[in-house]
């Protein structure tokens, strides 16, 4: 598959798991996976997995504008996904940017680094 | 140089001299190097370099909100940025998101991928 292809389907697949079954993302990550989610890191799928289930909101959209990908070094692939967050009954969209880079290990892809900022003023 | 400080000086440097200095940017780039500007993607510093002196507002400043860093793969760094753009006359920001992956060569860091976006619903 190409670059493009396997950012689509991951880009789609991420947001539908993260929307309806977060505990579901823990296949995406590894041991050496990095998560950056807003001020805080996390390194392995541990401890980014008990992050991811901490949120404190119930329902959650993930609305996604738009994906890009690049090839990127030793065979990655950038993702870079902008879009606005629907949090449980509130009808105002925050923006939302997040940048992926995915990796293979064992013919599979998983998720290398991940950092996730709302767009919004510091 | 650890990640954090490459990828801060990288950050400032890059948007003082597009906001002041755009020809100056070239430094950055190399024949790798891959672009993607809203729709559209470039390759190589010549292609990079005349997209990014195209754009046409006259004047242009970027408001960084954020910046994050994260070590990847083959010892190269993601960056991603969000904050707004200030054009021209207009007061009004839009928000933009961007990342980068920093690659090293011959000793010098360059910027392997750059994707850019508008955080704007499509």
């Known amino acids: 598959m190409d670059f493009v292809t396997v950012g689509t389907e991951f880009v789609n697949h991420y947001y539908q798991t993260f929307d309806t079954n977060r505990a579901g993302l823990s296949n995406l990550y590894t041991a050496d996976s990095m998560l950056t989610w807003e001020d805080e890191q996390f390194k392995g799928v541990e401890s980014i997995m008990e992050k991811i289930g901490s949120l404190s909101f119930q329902k959650i959209q993930h609305q996604v504008f738009r994906m890009d990908f690049q090839p990127s070094i030793g065979g ?18 925050i923006p939302f940017a997040q940048s992926f880079v995915l990796n293979q290990a064992n013919g599979a892809w998983y998720v290398h680094n991940d950092i996730f900022r709302l767009n919004i003023m510091a």
Chains 1, 2 share one sequence.
Request: net charge negative.
């Open 76 to 93: 990655s692939i950038l993702v870079s996904s902008t879009g606005q967050l629907l949090m449980d009954e509130d009808s105002n969209g």
